[in-house]
């Protein structure tokens, strides 16, 4: 079972709508990352956290922003929501640079 | 940069047929590799982690993995496969002391097993 929760699960929305996807662990890990999937895809990183207050931007050009005002709190938001943002969102974070990746369920955001 | 290739993207296979995935990276300095799967409607899980030592590495469910540094490879095994083994599976590098922000994920390759 994991320990690191994303909500919603999934998310149908309008066009322009300012959206934020909700990421919470409870592992008190440092790192936090969030991944973008298409399907039959490679995952992409486009942000990454190293600690509170820390954010990073990451392989993957994404309009997105995130912010670390908690450790165990990594929550993603996208301004205006357009039909491109499509995808799958998963959350992880980790231990250490060289601990494997714990990873939540993923919100499956959907931009009509 | 480094890049990871996963050669089957479906592959369907009978219960008890023996299984390998294969793995291939480019990158010329020292890695660590791992594979990942996601079993239908669950998160990505971690199925077993190769840093250093032994090249042949064994994970959870039976599932082994061996690391060929001359072929570039780390292809996944199981000599006899289940149906709950249906799932996808994902290969990872990431350059050694590097971090996540590091890791490279492969396309996955989707297993269906038929009972």
């Known amino acids: 079972e994991a320990d690191i929760y994303q909500t919603p699960r999934y998310l149908v929305i309008g066009t322009g709508k300012k959206i934020t996807l909700e990421c919470s662990q409870t592992m008190g890990h440092d790192k936090m990352y969030w991944y973008q999937q298409d399907p039959g895809m490679e995952l992409h990183l486009i942000h990454y956290?190293?600690?509170?207050?820390?954010?990073e931007k990451g392989d993957l050009s994404s309009e997105s922003t995130v912010s670390r005002i908690r450790t165990e709190h990594f929550p993603l938001t996208l301004e205006s929501a357009r039909p491109s943002h499509t995808s799958q969102y998963l959350c992880?974070?980790?231990?250490?640079?060289?601990?494997?990746?714990?990873f939540g369920n993923g919100t499956r955001l959907t931009v009509t | 940069a480094q890049s990871v290739s996963q050669h089957n993207h479906h592959v369907i296979l009978s219960e008890a047929a023996s299984l390998e995935l294969g793995c291939n990276y480019s990158?010329?300095?020292?890695?660590?590799l791992f594979w990942y799967v996601q079993y239908p409607g669950q998160h990505l899980q971690l199925l077993l982690k190769?840093?250093?030592?032994?090249?042949l590495v064994k994970g959870i469910k039976g599932f082994e993995a061996e690391f060929i540094k001359s072929k570039f490879s780390f292809n996944l095994r199981k000599p006899s496969v289940q149906w709950s083994d249906t799932a996808e599976y994902f290969c990872a590098v990431n350059a050694r002391g590097g971090g996540a922000d590091g890791l490279t994920f492969g396309k996955g390759t989707h297993l269906i097993i038929q009972p």
């Open positions: 990158y010329g300095g020292t890695v660590n």
């Open positions: 992880a974070s980790s231990r250490d640079y060289n601990s494997p990746l714990h």
């Open positions: 956290s190293y600690g509170v207050n820390s954010t």
């Open positions: 190769y840093f250093s030592g032994d090249p």
